[in-house]
């Protein structure tokens, strides 16, 4: 069985290891032990927890994230493992030698995926989809004509009513969004590194100051996942985002929730793996056919 808890950690304690198993010590409470096979992602969202280096290490050999997080417990940095894949240097190689043509065609099924999977999560609100419907069909190579952004615009006037997406905002929905990306970031960029790829090098992200522009290229069919899971919340401007326990525990929930990949229903974090893996695959036909990317249930 793969491992699927995620472990938040809101309060003062330290985090060590024994006998393969987390051992969480808050203050003047019991400690917990939890074995690190059923972990995936520990979310650090207090500065007062301290962690040996020996978890640390085991952590990366079981191919456990680590995220911190900033002022507004956002996560904002991620531990991953380095060098785990075997043929690690093998792999690199392919990926930096890419050329244009496959990396247009790999954007363009991404684009055409997301955009289907926002038109599918509208008709589960009952939201007008059409509008994505047309597009699905119209993406080019390298989405030439930014379909993705005109979609964009449409999805978010419908899903949230006339809502405006804005990472920078601090409001509760830009919050939550947010809060939620950044935990599927880092599961894509966990399973990237298990199957030997550099996050660094990407189709269609490129900065240089970015360490996961492949992640957030493989990150965008899974976030009408996110905005799911925001939109049953009904958040508004009374909710405490910042100190809602309940709200980021449902948020971290999005890695278990299931999609459908090759006729099988399939979790998120799975679905990390499956794409990663196949896009070793993609890389070595030089084939964007071989790339597989979920539906939204």
């Given amino acids: ?24 010590e808050p203050k003047d409470e019991p400690p917990i032990k939890v074995p690190l096979e059923d972990i995936t992602v520990i979310v650090l969202e207090t500065n007062q927890a301290t962690i040996t280096i020996a978890l640390l290490s085991m952590c990366a050999e079981k191919n456990i994230a680590i995220f911190s997080c900033d002022a507004y417990h956002t996560p904002n940095g991620l531990f991953t493992p380095f060098h785990q894949h075997s043929r690690l240097s093998q792999i690199a190689h392919i990926q930096k030698e ?19 999977n926002q038109a599918e999560l509208l008709k589960q609100f009952d939201k007008d989809s059409f509008g994505l419907d047309v597009l699905v069909a119209d993406v080019k190579s390298g989405d030439s004509q930014n379909l993705e952004a005109l979609g964009a615009k449409r999805y978010w006037h419908l899903l949230f009513d006339d809502f405006v997406r804005d990472q920078k905002k601090q409001d509760p929905i830009n919050v939550a969004l947010n809060y939620g ?27 240089e100051l970015n360490a996961y522009n492949l992640a957030d ?6 976030r009408p996942m996110v905005d799911m899971v925001v939109k049953k919340l009904q958040i508004d401007d009374e909710l405490d985002i910042y100190m809602g326990i309940d709200v980021k525990s449902k948020l971290l929930s999005v890695l278990s929730l299931q999609m459908q990949l090759n006729g099988e229903s399939v979790s998120v974090i799975n679905v990390c793996d499956v794409m990663a893996q196949s896009f070793v695959k993609a890389m070595r036909l030089n084939d964007a056919q071989n790339l597989l990317l979920p539906s939204v249930v």
């Fill in 1 to 24: 069985m793969s491992a699927w808890r995620t472990i938040l950690v809101t309060k003062p304690c330290r985090l060590s290891l024994k006998n393969l198993q987390l051992v969480y």
């Fill in 98 to 116: 890419m050329k244009l043509p496959l990396k247009k065609r790999i954007w363009q099924k991404i684009i055409t995926q997301k955009l289907s």
């Fill in 181 to 207: 990306y950044s935990i599927v970031r880092g599961a894509v960029a966990r399973s990237l590194v298990a199957y030997g790829l550099l996050p660094t090098f990407g189709v269609f992200h490129h900065s």
């Fill in 217 to 222: 290229d493989m990150v965008e069919p899974l």
